[in-house]
Nanobody, 119 residues
């Protein structure tokens, strides 16, 4: 059974940094894309960043230039380096991955990790 396990969330002051990690575990043949989404109270879930197996990143407009996504294909892991954090970055961050097992590709989500930016 495939699982996405996130770590690295927490409380940080405005202007600070955090690094999120996500590991895909279980029976995995390949991972097409991995990424991060976030959801703040009262808001819809939104794309933060995602990255293809070929290491091509895409960022949401609100984090462009402040966040950086990277991926370790050998370890089935994805990372999100968050710098210059703002109060509006406060949200639950979810890891997301399109994972291939056999001939089937399926989207998976992690349980979420809380990021709180305080002033």
């Amino acid at each position: 059974q495939v699982q996405l396990v996130e770590s690295g969330g927490g409380l940080v002051q405005t202007g600070g940094s955090l690094r999120l990690s996500c590991a895909a575990t279980g029976t995995i043949d390949s991972i097409v894309a991995m990424g991060w989404y976030r959801q703040a109270p009262g808001n819809q879930r939104e794309l933060v960043a995602h990255i293809t197996s070929g290491q091509r990143p895409k960022y949401g407009d609100s984090v462009q230039g402040r966040f950086s996504i990277s991926r370790d294909n050998a370890k089935n892991m994805v990372f999100l380096q968050m710098n210059s954090l703002k109060s509006e970055d406060t949200a639950v961050y979810y890891c997301n991955a399109d994972i291939v097992v056999g001939v089937w590709a399926k989207e998976h989500w992690g349980q979420g990790t809380q990021v709180t930016v305080s002033s």
